[in-house]
């Protein structure tokens, strides 16, 4: 059994602001509230679902006060949660089939509402996220439903990011969505902040690209110029979303690595394919950043040599037995993604933008690696450090902070802890000394982890010092938190 089973456990109970026992010292200049999005049930029905990312959604929130940590945690109740809660039925999702006439309604047009990958506010709105067209609005405070987040357009997309890019210099949100049909398209929108001010949150088109194939894209990059879609060769034909069979989603796509991978630039202004070049193919989840430099586009991301780390992330992927609780609360063998396998090698890529005949250059930073994430204030700009879970070490998930130019690297490692996505918060320019309130270097702050202690089965919030990664700060959850995704911490959110 692997040591991490309980980071596959479900979790039932529900707390609101409940107050956490501290060790160490938190800044007092820490205020707001993290929001971390990702599975809390597992089973439905008396079944299991398929993979990791199938899991029903759970919101858990930190909140910061004067060095103290309350939490709280709610379901995110959809109406796919209602169904498989009241009505034991199971949804096509990512990898898990709820039946071939689910999955054909998914497909046309009636998708999961399942968010459980990540959060964001866009346009004043607070939204979870998965890779469905459907966004859930919730209350920041209760963690409650609201509704879904309804656009003004009437853009035709199957599959969407969960991993918007905010551009704060332009006052914009950008994201990207993929359609299906005779004619297969890449879309690149942006969503203003001044037509959300005014009520209305529509997605305005940048550009609409033809694809034969559409390949499973996860995440992107952006620059003050450009975004970049990195299209791995895990692709698909998308008749096979309406032929019978078992499987979700993810099921109908392919690794052909005889495609390359491409990377595809736009200019955000006038929606131009000024870069189209493929290369040694390789997959990836997540990009880290992207900046532009002496007329190349720099573009750093987690890549694996191919698409074998979705099938690694399957429930039954250890093979190994893991406690799993079903619908009558009793434990029950089961197998778990194998987080082993998640060693991605954060990788730099430079692509010429005017000379098409010079080779896009390819370099190594650091090895093992996941859920890389980079100051608020480095989005898009040439940056100096990156933060990531670290998974080189068998037995045990660290944090792990990357000075991105050298590969030069400092750990932090707890025996027997599985950490999760790091997220920084910058301290205040005004409290940084020398500032004179310019932004302040962007390791000045703290970095915040969920990790779970595999010996006692329970689960923690760790504050890690930015300049020094050294531990400050722990607060102990009284219980398990399920491995989740993504999160982010929303400073304004002090209730």
Avoid: C
């Amino acid at each position: 059994m692997p040591a991490y089973s309980s980071g596959f456990r479900s979790l039932d109970a529900e707390h609101d602001d409940l107050a956490l026992d501290v060790t160490g010292e938190i800044p007092s200049w820490l205020s707001g509230s993290l929001v971390r999005n990702g599975p809390g049930k597992f089973e439905v029905g008396g079944q299991r679902v398929e993979h990791w990312f199938d899991g029903l959604a759970m919101l858990h929130k930190f909140r910061f006060d004067a060095g103290s940590v309350s939490y709280s945690n709610r379901f995110l109740r959809t109406e796919t949660y209602r169904r498989a809660v009241e009505e034991g039925e199971i949804s096509s999702q990512f990898a898990t089939s709820g039946g071939y006439l689910d999955q054909l309604k998914s497909f046309l047009g009636d998708p999961t509402d399942n968010a459980n990958v990540n959060v964001a506010r866009v346009g004043g709105e607070y939204v979870a996220l998965t890779e469905t067209l459907r966004r859930v609005r919730f209350d920041p405070e209760s963690l409650a439903v609201q509704d879904h987040l309804d656009y003004a357009d009437d853009l035709t997309v199957h599959h969407v990011t969960a991993h918007l890019q905010r551009d704060d210099r332009r006052g914009e949100t950008v994201g990207y969505a993929t359609q299906f049909g005779r004619t297969n398209r890449y879309h690149v929108y942006r969503v203003s902040d001044e037509q959300s001010a005014a009520g209305k949150i529509e997605r305005v088109p940048v550009v609409s690209l033809d694809v034969d194939r559409p390949a499973y894209l996860h995440s992107f990059a952006l620059t003050p110029r450009y975004a970049v879609l990195v299209e791995p060769p895990f692709v698909t034909n998308p008749m096979r979303f309406l032929l019978p069979g078992e499987g979700g989603f993810i099921d109908n796509f392919r690794w052909r690595p005889e495609r390359g991978t491409r990377f595809l630039a736009v200019e955000r202004e006038t929606g131009d394919l000024v870069v189209e070049r493929r290369v040694t193919p390789f997959f990836f989840f997540h990009t880290v950043n992207a900046f532009e430099s002496e007329g190349d586009i720099v573009v750093d991301l987690v890549a694996y040599e191919d698409a074998e780390i979705v099938s690694n992330l399957f429930m039954g992927a250890v093979g190994e037995e893991v406690e799993s609780v079903d619908e009558r609360g009793e434990r029950a063998p089961d197998s778990g993604p194998d987080l082993n396998a998640a060693d991605g090698e954060l990788t730099r890529f430079r692509i010429p933008v005017a000379d098409d005949s010079e080779s896009v250059r390819r370099r190594s930073v650091y090895t093992g690696t996941e859920l890389p994430r980079v100051a608020p204030q480095a989005r898009t700009k040439r940056y100096r450090y990156a933060y990531g879970q670290a998974t080189a070490r068998e037995g045990q998930t660290g944090l792990v902070k990357v000075t991105v130019e050298t590969g030069e690297a400092t750990e932090w490692w707890a025996d027997d802890h599985y950490a999760g996505e790091p997220i920084f918060v910058p301290k205040p320019a005004e409290d940084v000394e020398g500032t004179e309130g310019a932004d302040a270097p962007e390791d000045r702050g703290v970095v915040l982890a969920p990790a779970l202690d595999a010996e006692r089965g329970q689960s923690l919030l760790v504050v890690l010092d930015g300049e020094r990664f050294e531990e400050l700060a722990r607060a102990e959850v009284p219980h398990h938190i399920p491995f989740g995704f993504h999160g982010e911490f929303f400073p304004e959110v002090e209730r």
